[in-house]
């Protein structure tokens, strides 16, 4: 059908509502028009409430959900018909507000609106037509950001059906064709685009809304709350929720309206204005219309061409190619023409991963067999920016398919995982921006398995990160650390110990949960972590036994499917890594009878060692002491600290001058008896010695020194003539060692 469509100046095509974001096209960025062409649609609006629905059986993000539920954008209201002053026509427009009706004082059409020419009276032709040009050249978004208000009286009237009242007929480009139908029903009490328009143009506003409790005055701005209905004649007095509800059965009982369901999804614009897509199997004849080309004809192929750049009057570049075009009707044999345009490339995107299942099918799209045996996509990994492009067209193919019964499910996609965007000096890769890192060298220098399993290794798979390919490194030595581990163990024949087995099944139980948790970096740091562990323990042991590198291998398969393949074979498999199967855990072999725990010393990591599972805590504390021996000695340990099964922490300090400090600290000092030379020096002494002990940075020896200096600084103060030289030297040589926050009282002490 002809109807008014975004248009790409640049790409010279068609583009639909989900290809103009923010009024530009999302090829290229050129701003978006409008332009009257005959199209092809697909009838996705008759999936609505289906697409709708069905988002509640869907393992999908709330945020993807919500999309694409605003972008169906469903809403309950009233259909209500304004017949036009002197004509037998009407203007009939959607309202989801009929408790409004009342205060409706003007009507407003989009400038598009097909009965605009016969509405317009003579006087008004000129200014109009000159609108609605001007419009067509703006694009929607910026016609709705537009926050001056334009517009142009039609000449026209049409009445108000509940009140009699005859009111005007403007166009404004802030109302869009593709919404309702295209006029709207302006309230300006109670809108605020409707009441910035009836400012402008003096046009009446009636309040017919008054929030309960306050008294009816002039507005200064529209009022879009709740309340009490007011000047609406029976309406009076009915809470405005209540009047929405029943409105529309009033309106229906009255012949004035009717109680209908809206939807914003339009129907799928699937024409395109170029040359490369798939051609639309129709033909059209003179005599038969519109005829579907016979299936043994299909498909039909594109023709050879030189140039196939669009043309500016809209047309595809093949309705230029006669050779083509001309063919004769499938009905009656007579001459007719093929049709130009060509599906979009959402066409194919659709269904593809259908036909992956039985590609070779070719009686059908796929056995049903092979569809319920692979079919519907488990995990669907794809950016958020196809929430209301592939995926809602996806969704809709497939319920067409399900209703002519080619596909046995009616949902393509069970669970979405939206994926991060990998960037490049900050910004989304782009030939352009001449940021695009080409995999060719990565894969030359080091394999792509590496380079699959580095890129799930940059980050979280749900997070924007910048690529950096210095890190490739880590992952090529430890793929060749698996190569060598399978190498070396293969031939041999060695019996699982019971730590092995625990090593194993809990390598299979942590991949899998990481893995279905989608928490990729932390599956190949997973696997980085057990296989050095398998290393150790087989180094300890004697060798890895084979099943423990079956296992290995077969986890592994899916990110470094070609490491594995051949791994798979050198282990004595004909068949594929793909066909083994995914390990399971055996929960008996996750028991342990000890357990490795790691050993700190004031908080820092010193050793590990092992210790039965069921070892009460002195018994633990004891047998890290002895571990930790040539740690401990020489200090004083203050606190014993045990988390079973985890950790010791032996808190320890140095005790040839800590005990001393704690002395002296302690006592009560009395200033007065300090009055000689020699006990000050003592105290220098004992401080000079403590800031070259090795635990000088710990934070609790620092405060005990400031504690002792403000002290100090007391005595210091009182006895400043018989102190002299030495504790000047005393403050300046200690406070190299203290925190710069405290110089200042530094100077102040040695002043």
């Known amino acids: 059908k002809e109807m008014p ?15 103009a974001t923010n009024g530009t096209c999302e090829r290229c960025g050129a701003t ?64 989801t507000r009929p408790d409004t009706l009342h205060g409706c004082t003007f009507m407003v059409l989009a400038p598009e609106y097909k009965d605009i020419p016969e509405l317009t009276t003579p006087e008004c032709k000129e200014a109009v037509e000159k609108y609605c040009f001007d419009a067509s050249t703006k694009s929607s978004v910026d016609r709705m950001t537009n926050k001056e208000k334009t517009g142009v009286f039609t000449g026209a009237y049409c009445v108000n059906p509940v009140n009699g009242k005859e009111i005007p007929v403007w166009v404004a480009d802030y109302v869009l064709a593709d919404y309702g139908t295209g006029a709207v029903m302006c309230v300006p009490a109670h809108d605020e685009r409707d009441f910035e328009f009836a400012k402008k143009f003096d046009l009446p506003i009636v309040q017919v809304i008054l929030p309960e409790g306050e008294e009816e005055k002039e507005l200064t701005e529209a009022y879009t709350g709740d309340g009490v209905i007011i000047n609406s004649g029976d309406w009076n007095g009915m809470k405005a929720f209540e009047a929405k509800e029943k409105v529309p059965h009033i309106m229906e009982e009255k012949g004035l309206g009717k109680k209908t369901v809206n939807y914003k999804l339009r129907d799928w614009v699937f024409s395109r204005q170029r040359y490369w897509g798939e051609p639309i199997p129709i033909v059209h004849c003179e005599h038969c219309g519109a005829v579907a080309v016979p299936e043994d004809q299909l498909p039909v192929l594109l023709p050879q061409v030189e140039s196939y750049k669009p043309t500016d009057t809209g047309e595809s570049p093949l309705a230029h190619i006669d050779e083509w075009v001309n063919t004769t009707c499938p009905q009656c044999g007579g001459p007719a023409k093929r049709e130009t345009n060509t599906m979009p490339q959402w066409a194919g995107s659709s269904w593809y991963f259908l036909r992956y299942v039985d590609n070779h099918n070719d009686k059908e799209l796929a056995s049903q067999e092979m569809l319920k045996k692979w079919a519907p996509v488990d995990l ?110 293969k031939d041999l024949n060695v019996t699982a110990s019971k730590d092995m087995e625990y090593l194993r099944n809990k390598l299979v139980y942590d991949i899998t949960n990481r893995l279905e948790a989608l928490t990729m970096n932390t599956v190949v740091s997973g696997f980085m972590e057990y296989t050095n562990k398998i290393i150790d323990l087989g180094k300890k042991e004697g060798g890895v036994d084979k099943q423990t590198l079956e296992t290995l291998v077969v986890l592994l398969a899916p990110f470094a499917p070609h490491i594995a393949e051949e791994l798979w074979k050198e282990l004595g498999h004909a068949e594929s890594v793909f066909d083994a199967g995914w390990p399971e855990v055996d929960e008996s072999k996750l028991v342990q009878d000890t357990v490795e725990i790691a050993l700190q010393v004031s908080g820092k990591f010193r050793d590990t060692m092992v210790v039965s599972v069921d070892a009460d805590k002195d018994s633990v504390l004891a047998q890290a002491k002895e571990v930790l021996a040539s740690r401990l000695e020489g200090k004083t340990i203050v606190k014993e600290i045990y988390v079973p099964g985890k950790i010791v922490n032996i808190v320890a300090k140095s005790q040839h001058v800590l005990m001393e400090l704690i002395d002296i600290l302690k006592c009560r000092f009395d200033f007065d008896s300090f009055c000689c030379s020699l006990e000050v020096d003592r105290i220098v002494k004992h401080f000079l010695f403590l800031i070259q002990i090795p635990d000088k940075s710990q934070n609790s020896i620092r405060f005990m020194i400031f504690n002792m200096f403000l002290r100090i600084r007391t005595f210091v103060i009182k006895y400043n003539r018989q102190l002299g030289i030495e504790i000047s030297s005393f403050m300046k040589t200690t406070f190299h060692f203290l925190c710069p926050e405290f110089c200042l009282l530094k100077n102040r002490i040695v002043r």
């Open 5 to 19: 469509l975004n248009w790409c100046p640049s790409c010279k095509c068609v583009l639909a509502n989900e290809e």
């Open 380 to 489: 669907y990994v794809g950016g958020i920016e196809h929430a209301v492009l592939h995926l809602l067209y996806a969704r809709f193919y497939t319920k067409f398919l399900y209703d002519i019964g080619a596909v046995p499910f009616e949902e393509p996609f069970q669970r979405l995982f939206n994926q991060g965007m990998i960037t490049k000096n900050g910004s989304k890769m782009s030939k352009s921006l001449g940021n695009v890192v080409s995999p060719d060298d990565l894969v030359q220098n080091y394999g792509c398995d590496s380079l699959r399993m580095y890129e799930l290794f940059v980050g979280p798979p749900e997070m924007d990160c910048d690529w950096d390919d210095s890190g490739i490194d880590g992952v090529f030595r430890f793929l060749n650390r698996v190569w060598k581990l399978v190498y070396n163990n």
């Open 32 to 95: 978006v028009t409008k332009k009257n062409l005959r199209q092809w649609m697909l009838k996705i609006t008759a999936y609505a409430d289906r697409l709708l629905e069905d988002l509640k059986t869907l393992d999908w993000s709330d945020k993807v959900k919500k999309m694409q539920s605003d972008w169906i954008g469903k809403s309950y209201g009233a259909e209500v018909d304004f017949k036009v002053v002197g004509s037998d026509k009407k203007i009939t427009v959607y309202t």
